[in-house]
């Protein structure tokens, strides 16, 4: 039995043994935050773009510019239903935009915003695949 009454606390390498170390510092990260409203619109724009299919049509449109939706879909090899169904969702959250040109639909990327997040996402993930060695 032991009697050493010192307990050894193994706390988690991202853990703190204090609650605030630094209280300057994060007084002023809090105050730059975004506010909730825009947390919320940020991770429904994440959310958004976490879907294959919604990403495939974006990566058409980065590559074709302005599409219809059956030239989208059959690039994607996508249903027109799906495509069409995604196109609108991406087009509520001002991912896309639309022009109608009588019964035809033509989509292409919001603006330029949308294109440098899809670009910066690709780059990032280029990195860790070559950081991986692939």
């Not at 050493?4 to 510092?25: G, H, K, N, Q």
């Amino acid at each position: 039995m032991n009697n050493d009454s010192s307990v050894v606390v193994a706390l988690s390498p991202d853990a703190c043994s204090t609650p605030v170390v630094d209280a300057d510092r994060v007084a002023a990260v809090r105050r730059t935050l975004p506010s909730d409203d825009v947390v919320r619109e940020l991770a429904d724009v994440f959310s958004l773009l976490a879907d294959p299919g919604r990403l495939r049509l974006m990566a058409a449109l980065l590559e074709g510019g302005e599409m219809c939706v059956c030239d989208l879909a059959a690039a994607t090899g996508q249903s027109m239903s799906a495509a069409s169904h995604a196109l609108r969702l991406l087009r509520t959250h001002r991912v896309v935009k639309v022009r109608r040109s009588g019964r035809m639909a033509y989509y292409q990327l919001a603006d330029s915003h949308v294109r440098m997040l899809f670009d910066l996402a690709i780059t990032h993930i280029g990195h860790d695949e070559e950081r991986r060695g692939g």
